[in-house]
């Protein structure tokens, strides 16, 4: 039968027509959920939470909020030894808009970099994972704010408006990382911000005009 037909007819009739698995009704559905919300209460009732961290329980998972720097869920299966699951991280940082993160080539390389590490390092089943999952977050997102920040004062140093009047300068590591942002900017005496200076401070330049010069450093 198989090399005239391409059939075998002794198979058994099932193997050829399996049943399908009955969906689990909206009331199993229900109760699964329910269960999952005590599950996540009781593993995450001893975490400590690192400053600015706000935690709010999702349908199935915990959502953890930095504003202005990252969100991501947990989950976890059953079982007190089993393992956090990173279920979603997105980067807010270096975004024009909260509402519209940037998804260029460099926040995508970083996002998936801080997706494996933070998945690699939930798989430790460390007792406070946010303890351990916060700080290399922030340290990208101040990295990712700093970048946007650079992108644009240089923009802004390229219109008519600043041309020739203001400078941006990166301060890196030799990995590449940005250690510090430095602006420095000119402006006559008769623009809105002539009379005060900069914000980093302001001095008295050619013709009347104020000098300023302002720097952001990242803290170790």
Known sequence: DILSSGTFSQLPRALRAPVPEEAASRRQASRALRWLRGELRRKRQH?????????????GSVRCLVPGEYV???TAE??????????RLRLLAGSPSPRSPDHGAATVREWRRLWREAASALETRPAQPLLRLHPPLHAA?????????????????R??????????????????????????????????FGGGGGAG???????????????LVLRP
């Not at 975490?47 to 349908?59: F, K, M, T």
């Not at 401070?201 to 720097?215: D, F, Q, W």
Request: net charge positive.
């Open 47 to 59: 975490w400590r939470l690192p400053e600015g961290v706000q935690v709010a329980a999702l349908r």
């Open 72 to 74: 991501l869920a947990l």
């Open 78 to 87: 059953d079982g007190a030894g089993a393992p956090w699951r990173l279920v």
């Open 141 to 157: 997102c101040a990295q990712l704010a700093l970048a946007r920040l650079h992108a644009e004062a240089v923009s802004l140093a």
């Open 159 to 192: 219109g008519a408006a600043w041309a020739g009047r203001l400078h941006a300068t990166q301060k890196l590591s030799p990995t590449g990382a940005v250690l510090a942002l430095t602006l420095e900017y000119a402006f006559a005496a008769s623009h809105p």
């Open 201 to 215: 401070g302001g001095a008295a330049g050619p013709a009347g005009g104020m000098l300023g010069r302002s720097s």
